[in-house]
Each structure stands twice: as C-alpha cells, then as structure tokens.
C-alpha cells in the first residue's frame, strides 16, 4: 500500500496536477486548442510566463511527464509556463500532422496572444522553451513576434534534411553498420530527398518503395512535404533577442557540432546567443546512462517516472541559474 500510495504521488508531481494548474483553451487554424498554465511557485517574485512549443510526435500538453521536470526548474525562478496539446491530440482539436512548420508558427503566436489578453497584468516577459523541431518554429516566432523577449532551445537543428541523415546515420550506426553500408544508405538517402523535391503524389512515393520497405502514412507523407525543406539558419541570423541553445553531448537525433558551430558563426553579431553543450546529457537533456535513445517506449516512460527529477542532466540547473539570472526580473 505505501508504494502504491507513493507511485501515486509521484504520478500527481510530474504530471503537473495539484500544481496550482488551470485547464486553459485558445484557438488557431480553425482548431481548439487545450492546454494548461502552471503559475510560478509562490515564494518567488513573478518574472514571466514561458510559452512550451513541442518536438515532433503525438504529444500532449506535458509530454507524458518530460516537460513537468524541465518548468519546475523555471517554476522556481519566477516564471509561469504554458503548454497545449497538439492538433489531434488529448483535448484539442485538428491533426498535428496536417501543419507546416509556418501553421506552428501561428499556433504559438495565437498562445502569446492568449497570454497577453488573459494573463498580462501578472506578467513581465514572456520565453519560449522550445525541444527537438521546434527548432523551425521558436527563431521565426521571435522574429516576428516583439512580445517575446527570450528564447531557449533544446536539441534543435538548423536544417531538416542534413537532420534527418544525421538520424538515419546514428540508428545505422547504433547497429553496427558498415562504412560501405553507410556509404549506400547516404546515397539513398540523397536520391530520396531530391525524389521528395519533386512533390510527387502519394502513389508515386509508394510505387518508389523498395520491396518490403515500410511507408510513411498518407499524413505523415504529407507532413514531410510541407516541412522537407525547412532550415532555419535565416531567422537565427535576423534574430537579435537573447538565446540560450541547449543541447546534449550525447543527442542521437541532432549533430549538436553542427548547431554549436553555426550559432557560433554569429557570435560578432550576435552577442546575445549562448550555447551550451550538456556532456553526458541526451537530446532531451536526460542523463545518457540510462535515457539515451532514438525511440522512447512504454519502458522509456515508466522509468522517466521512477527517476523523477533525477532523470534530468545536473548541469541543467545551474546554467539556467546563470543564464536567467541576466533576464529582467530574475534574484
């Protein structure tokens, strides 16, 4: 009875319930969209509310209890934090798969306008934390967006397609690949995506599937041709707001190398942007040890639950304490 009382509890801690939540709703591209505000902890002076803009994949407003152990972090110096659940997904309405990475961007920018019309007396700024393809989303919302005052990545990349080699490349090499398979496989891939740049139909992709290759879904076809081409390297260099990029020293999805030097690449005119490489930390900014994969399952999941904040980087919290110390409100 008391490890079922305290599994419980700890459900109740990383979901985000009894956290002083309030269910919220807001709409964009003819969906309605639900999700949750979680105020900041009430022994802090209040510094802003912080928009969560989802990776890629079906997720709910808290990512299955991922993002619990990121906002209690921001929760504790000041800042609220707002989160939905995608297109499709939980309470909200539409199909996530159907969006561009533009649609997105309006999805977010309709959220800071909820925030500004619901919660503005009680806030100062407002962030972005975004995680994984978010990366195609936050910099342009920033951008175009003066409401926004910072920003914060997780495991972004700058370029869709060299992203998606570097993914092919880490799985083939997670299983012990050869170069010359890895050679075939980059040649593959080359010709898939020029294939892609065509816009063939969705028949047309199935009828160039090799024998016994499984395909993408008719939405996730879709998906991948409104988004093929998508890099974000224009919107970092118009982007003169403070950004901290945080990434895994470990990440199998993203060539971290490949974003740290790109964003470095701007640093003269760019004083603003920092980049931190977590070692030993996955994509998520988990510890390596034990989350470190391309595919998290129902395992993935329950043992996240068991090691509750533990599971998170210990570098993690004391570069926000650092960084957020230079935003207006923060000590």
């Given at each position: 009875?008391?490890?079922?009382?305290?599994?419980?509890?700890l459900?109740l801690?990383?979901?985000?319930?009894?956290?002083?939540?309030?269910?919220?709703?807001?709409?964009?591209?003819?969906?309605?969209?639900?999700?949750?505000?979680?105020?900041p902890d009430?022994?802090?002076q209040p510094?802003?509310?912080i928009?969560?803009?989802?990776?890629?994949?079906?997720?709910?407003?808290?990512?299955f209890?991922?993002?619990?152990?990121?906002w209690?972090?921001l929760?504790a110096?000041g800042?609220?934090?707002?989160?939905w659940?995608?297109?499709?997904?939980?309470g909200?309405?539409?199909?996530?798969?159907?969006?561009?990475?533009?649609?997105?961007?309006?999805?977010?920018?309709?959220?800071?306008?909820?925030?500004?019309?619901?919660?503005?007396?009680?806030?100062?700024s407002?962030?972005?934390?975004?995680?994984?393809?978010?990366?195609?989303?936050v910099?342009?919302v920033?951008?175009?967006?003066?409401?926004?005052d910072?920003?914060i990545g997780?495991?972004?990349?700058?370029n869709w397609?060299?992203?998606?080699?570097?993914?092919?490349?880490?799985r083939?090499?997670?299983?012990?690949?050869?170069?010359?398979?890895?050679?075939?496989?980059?040649?593959?891939?080359?010709?898939?995506?020029?294939?892609?740049?065509?816009?063939?139909?969705?028949e047309?992709?199935?009828?160039?599937?090799?024998?016994?290759e499984?395909?993408?879904?008719?939405?996730?076809?879709?998906?991948a041709?409104?988004?093929?081409?998508?890099?974000?390297?224009?919107d970092?260099?118009?982007?003169?707001?403070p950004?901290l990029?945080?990434?895994?020293?470990?990440?199998?999805?993203?060539?971290?190398?490949?974003?740290?030097?790109?964003?470095?690449?701007?640093?003269?005119t760019?004083?603003?942007?920092?980049?931190v490489?977590?070692p030993?930390?996955?994509?998520?900014?988990?510890?390596?040890?034990?989350?470190?994969?391309?595919?998290?399952?129902?395992?993935?999941?329950?043992?996240?639950?068991?090691?509750?904040?533990?599971?998170?980087?210990?570098?993690?919290?004391?570069?926000l304490?650092?960084?957020?110390?230079?935003?207006?409100?923060?000590g």
């Amino acid at each position: 009875m008391k490890a079922r009382v305290a599994a419980i509890v700890l459900f109740l801690l990383l979901c985000g319930c009894g956290l002083g939540a309030e269910d919220i709703a807001f709409h964009s591209g003819g969906n309605r969209l639900a999700g949750i505000f979680l105020p900041p902890d009430t022994n802090t002076q209040p510094c802003g509310v912080i928009v969560t803009v989802h990776g890629d994949g079906p997720l709910d407003r808290e990512a299955f209890g991922y993002y619990p152990l990121i906002w209690e972090l921001l929760r504790a110096r000041g800042y609220a934090v707002l989160s939905w659940d995608k297109p499709g997904i939980g309470g909200s309405t539409g199909n996530w798969l159907h969006q561009s990475m533009e649609d997105r961007q309006r999805e977010v920018s309709a959220a800071i306008e909820y925030i500004e019309q619901r919660f503005a007396p009680n806030q100062l700024s407002i962030g972005l934390l975004g995680f994984s393809q978010a990366g195609w989303v936050v910099p342009a919302v920033a951008n175009q967006n003066p409401s926004v005052d910072f920003v914060i990545g997780v495991g972004f990349a700058i370029n869709w397609i060299e992203q998606g080699w570097y993914l092919t490349l880490s799985r083939l090499q997670g299983e012990g690949a050869s170069e010359s398979e890895i050679d075939e496989a980059r040649t593959q891939y080359i010709d898939d995506m020029a294939f892609l740049a065509t816009m063939p139909t969705y028949e047309a992709y199935l009828a160039s599937l090799d024998a016994g290759e499984k395909p993408m879904s008719l939405d996730r076809y879709g998906f991948a041709l409104k988004n093929v081409q998508a890099d974000a390297m224009d919107d970092y260099r118009q982007l003169h707001k403070p950004l901290l990029m945080l990434l895994g020293e470990d990440d199998l999805n993203v060539d971290v190398v490949d974003t740290r030097d790109r964003l470095a690449a701007l640093s003269a005119t760019h004083p603003n942007f920092r980049t931190v490489v977590l070692p030993a930390a996955t994509h998520s900014l988990l510890k390596s040890r034990q989350f470190n994969t391309q595919s998290p399952g129902l395992l993935f999941l329950a043992k996240l639950h068991l090691f509750g904040d533990s599971a998170v980087s210990p570098q993690l919290e004391p570069v926000l304490d650092e960084w957020l110390s230079d935003r207006v409100c923060s000590g």
